[in-house]
C-alpha cells in the first residue's frame, strides 16, 4: 500500500509473560542499533528469530510461537494505531518479543534500526545484508504494481524460504515478501526524506505528546513500513522481523523525547483512546490488550524504561 505523510498504513497454553516485576531496576540493559552488534550476535539473532518457527505457539494456535506476534498486531490493529496507545503498546510489544529471542538462546540486546544513518541511499543499508543482515528486496523479476497476484519473495539472506502463517485475511502461509519502493514502481527514494535526522529532530522538537505521537507514527514510522513494502505494509508487518527493529527505534526515539524532560514526560499521556470519531480521551488507566501474549496492563506501567517491568535504556 502506497503511504502519504501523516497517513499510518496498515500499518495458551500457558501465556508467556515477561520476566517476574521486581522492587527495582538493576542493571538496565541497553538497546544497541544493529550495526553494534558483533557478527556473532547478530547471528545468534536471526538464529533466535528462526528458531521462533520451530516454538508451539503460546497462544494455544496450530501455528507457531513466530506467528503469535502478527496474529495478534493485526487482530488489534483498530486499538492500537492512530491512537494515543501506540506508543506504549508497541514498547511492550517489542519487550515481549525480546524475551521470546531469549527464550530461543539469544544472549544479547535488542537491536534497533537508526534509518535516519541510512537516508542517503536506503537501499544500501547493512541491515538488508545477506549474511549479516535481513536479506534484501523480493524477486525483481515480479512487479506487483502491474496487477500481479504474485509475491516478491526474499532471494537471499537467511529469511529466503520463511513462511508466515498469517494475511489480513487470516490463516495463509506464504513467502516473506518485500516490494521496495526505491523510486522504480513510482517516483520517490524510499521515502527516505521522511525519516532524515532533519524531519526526526523536527519531531523531537515538538513539546506536547499527543502531537509528538501524531507525527512520529504518521511520520517516519509509516514511511519505514510503506517503504519495504511486502509484509511490512498490512497490520500483520510483524511478519517481518524487520518491524522489530523498526519499532525499536520507534521506542527509542519516544524514550530520548521523554530523556528531555522527564519529570514531566515519563507520565505525559494524551490523545484519542479509540479511533471513534466521538472517542474519550485516553488516560494513563487505560489497560493495553495483548490476547495472552502477555497479561494486560496499565499504560502507566510503561511510561518509564528504567522500571522494574522494562529495565532498559537506550
Same mark, same amino acid.
Not at 529471542?101 to 544513518?117: E, F, N, Q, R
Not at 513500513?225 to 511490512?232: K, R, V
Not at 515519563?266 to 483512546?273: D, F, L, R, V
Given at each position: ?21 521486581? #522492587? ?16 556473532? =550476535? ?33 487482530? =488489534? ?23 521470546? =529471542? ?14 535516519? =544513518? ?22 525483481? #523479476? ?173
Amino acid at each position: 500500500m502506497r503511504w502519504a505523510p501523516l497517513i499510518v498504513t496498515a500499518e495458551l497454553c500457558a501465556a508467556a509473560v515477561i520476566p517476574p516485576r521486581t #522492587s527495582s531496576c538493576v542493571n538496565p540493559v541497553k538497546r544497541v542499533e544493529w550495526r553494534e552488534l558483533d557478527a556473532a =550476535l547478530q547471528t545468534q539473532y536471526i538464529d533466535a528469530v528462526l528458531c521462533l518457527k520451530t516454538r508451539p505457539s503460546g497462544l494455544g494456535l496450530n501455528t507457531t510461537r513466530y506467528d503469535d506476534f502478527p496474529y495478534v498486531h493485526t487482530h =488489534l490493529d483498530k486499538s492500537i494505531h492512530t491512537v494515543a496507545m501506540f506508543l506504549p503498546w508497541h514498547r511492550m510489544f517489542v519487550q515481549v518479543y525480546e524475551q521470546a =529471542l531469549v527464550d530461543c538462546g539469544y544472549t544479547g540486546p535488542m537491536a534497533y534500526w537508526d534509518w535516519t =544513518l541510512d537516508t542517503a541511499d536506503v537501499t544500501k543499508s547493512p541491515i538488508w545484508d545477506p549474511v549479516q543482515g535481513f536479506g534484501g528486496n523480493g524477486d525483481p #523479476s515480479i512487479d506487483p504494481w502491474t496487477g500481479s497476484s504474485k509475491k516478491k519473495c526474499l532471494v537471499d539472506g537467511p529469511l529466503q524460504g520463511l513462511e508466515p502463517a498469517y494475511t489480513m485475511g487470516g490463516y495463509e502461509p506464504h513467502c516473506l515478501a518485500r516490494n521496495w519502493n526505491s523510486g522504480v514502481a513510482f517516483p520517490g527514494d524510499m521515502f527516505a526524506q521522511h525519516y532524515t535526522k532533519e524531519a526526526v529532530d523536527t519531531i523531537h522538537a515538538l513539546e506536547d505528546y499527543a502531537s509528538f505521537r501524531y507525527r512520529l507514527e504518521g511520520g517516519p514510522h509509516g514511511a519505514v513500513h510503506s517503504a519495504i513494502g511486502g509484509d511490512m505494509s498490512p497490520a500483520t508487518s510483524p511478519n517481518d522481523p524487520l518491524f522489530f527493529l523498526h519499532h525499536t527505534q520507534v521506542d527509542r526515539l519516544w524514550a530520548l523525547w521523554q530523556r528531555e524532560n522527564p519529570g514531566v514526560r515519563n507520565m505525559e499521556y494524551a490523545g484519542p483512546k479509540t479511533q471513534d470519531e466521538n472517542t474519550a480521551e485516553a488516560t494513563l488507566d487505560d489497560i493495553m490488550p495483548f490476547m495472552g501474549l502477555t497479561e494486560d496492563i496499565k499504560v502507566s506501567e510503561v511510561m518509564e524504561i528504567q522500571t522494574p517491568g522494562l529495565c532498559y535504556t537506550y
